[in-house]
């Protein structure tokens, strides 16, 4: 099934190993022909800054992770650091085969090249924000999850921001989701952030049939969330179901 | 005691290809205030190294990334396309304004209020604007997206005699161009 105004926003493949791989490495990697069509590489910068009330000091810190590719067009990103690889598609997002296809044909050269056997995390993730033509709305009428407070009080909930991470039905696979209301890129509209991260927390095979079968388990996961997270009215957003 | 401001995010508009750095930074300082004794803040960002036009392309194409899924199939892929060769370092003029962020949204704005089904040629007058330009033989339209959020228009467009006619219109609101140009029968240029 394919929703014609789909309200992703991103989606992400990331694969982490536990051992660390030098900036030199990664770098080389980046060198590779698959990657001819991205620009030059970026410094991923980590910045730090630690308050020390006890010794009434401030204290900065700040190293690279590794780098960030970009293709022209901006629609797909890649972060490759010491101990992950990032594959972002940025809306719009077509359809999962050719996501994945474009993620696993960056994937499995890179891992090839950095001598990464085994993974431990592999996380899909994505992120949708729902617009919704109203400057006001009552969340209930599009989220199945509710909040159940203390107290009624008056009126519709405002604002609110939910992050639950906890393992899913499905063996091997745990899941963090976020809800949240968001501003609209849009003018008189409102937004629900709704981001669905299905991830393992168990060793798994850098390649080969055992990942693929995993990617597709966790695909089938993230899209029964998004589906018992969304109301009927909710899905009358998105203009249907392309055939 | 540790303060750390969570107010920011996510009530801002995410920005899409960071929204994977944004809501985990989010989180990440929900995280710290409860029981820190010592505040951290992190941050994992990109190259600060960017220039100032390489910044501001991906500024664009951010803004059209996110509104992507309310424009027609293939419109933000092919005009984050346009926007990179319009803003590459070497075609761009050091002495034009970069695109304005106002002149962005009423470009954005009109391509939905249009409905419009033909993705415009783009340009930019150096001055912050976003020029959009759809030409049928001899049917022209330019809608000049300023930096004051409004659209001014100019059209030429051959009527059933042969006859050409000319017409220029003032700055009005993104939401109105279909209205104005309903006399012109905007068709010819919007629906592909």
Redesign the interface.
């Given at each position: 099934m394919r929703y014609k105004k789909a309200p992703i926003l991103e989606a992400v493949l990331e694969f982490r190993w536990t051992s660390k791989k030098s900036l030199d490495e990664l770098k080389a990697v980046l060198g590779l022909s698959i990657f001819e069509g991205f620009q030059a590489p970026k410094p991923r910068i980590q910045f730090e800054t630690a308050f020390k009330p006890d010794e009434n000091a401030i204290s900065h810190n700040q190293r690279q992770l590794g780098f960030e590719v970009t293709l022209r067009d901006g629609s797909e990103i890649v972060f490759l650091e010491e101990q992950k690889f990032v594959f972002v598609q940025r809306a719009p997002y077509d359809r999962w085969e050719s996501f994945s296809e474009k993620a696993l044909a960056l994937l499995t050269p890179t891992v090839t090249a950095l001598d990464v056997t085994e993974f431990s995390r592999v996380g899909l993730r994505f992120v949708n924000r729902i617009d919704i033509p109203e400057p006001k709305i009552d969340t209930d009428e599009y989220l199945t999850v509710k909040f159940d407070g203390p107290r009624l009080d008056r009126g519709i909930i405002e604002e609110f921001q939910m992050r639950v991470v906890k393992p899913s039905d499905t063996e091997g696979l745990h899941y963090a989701l976020v809800l949240a209301t968001t501003a609209s890129p849009l003018p008189e509209h409102s937004a629900i952030l709704l981001d669905i991260d299905v991830f393992t927390r168990e060793p798994i095979p850098a390649t080969g049939e055992k990942l693929m079968h995993m990617l597709g388990e966790m695909r089938i996961e993230k899209n029964d969330i998004f589906q018992k997270c969304i109301t009927e009215k909710t899905r009358q957003l998105f203009g249907g179901v392309e055939e | 005691?540790?303060y750390v401001d969570t107010g920011i995010l996510?009530?801002?508009?995410?920005e899409?290809?960071r929204?994977?750095d944004n809501?985990n930074h989010f989180?990440g300082q929900?995280g710290q205030v409860v029981g820190a004794s010592?505040?951290?803040?992190?941050?994992?960002?990109?190259?600060?190294?960017?220039t100032p036009l390489e910044k501001h392309?991906?500024f664009v194409?951010?803004?059209i990334?996110?509104?992507?899924?309310?424009l027609p199939?293939g419109f933000?892929?092919g005009l984050?396309?346009q926007f990179?060769n319009m803003m590459d370092e070497d075609a761009w003029e050091d002495d034009d304004d970069l695109v304005s962020p106002d002149a962005l949204t009423a470009f954005i704005?009109t391509l939905?209020h249009t409905r419009t089904k033909r993705r415009p040629g783009i340009g930019t007058n150096g001055r912050g604007s976003v020029t959009a330009s759809w030409s049928v033989g001899d049917n022209r339209l330019i809608i000049e997206c300023l930096p004051s959020g409004k659209v001014s228009m100019v059209l030429s467009r051959r009527l059933d005699d042969g006859e050409i006619e000319r017409a220029a219109f003032d700055p009005t609101r993104p939401e109105r161009v279909r209205d104005v140009l309903a006399p012109f029968n905007p068709e010819v240029w919007f629906d592909g």
């Open positions: - | 005691m540790t996510p009530r801002g508009t995410l899409p290809g929204a994977y809501i989180f929900l010592r505040g951290e803040a992190q941050d994992s960002r990109s190259s600060p190294d960017l392309l991906r194409q951010d803004a990334s996110k509104v992507s899924m309310h199939r933000a892929v984050n396309r990179a704005d939905r």
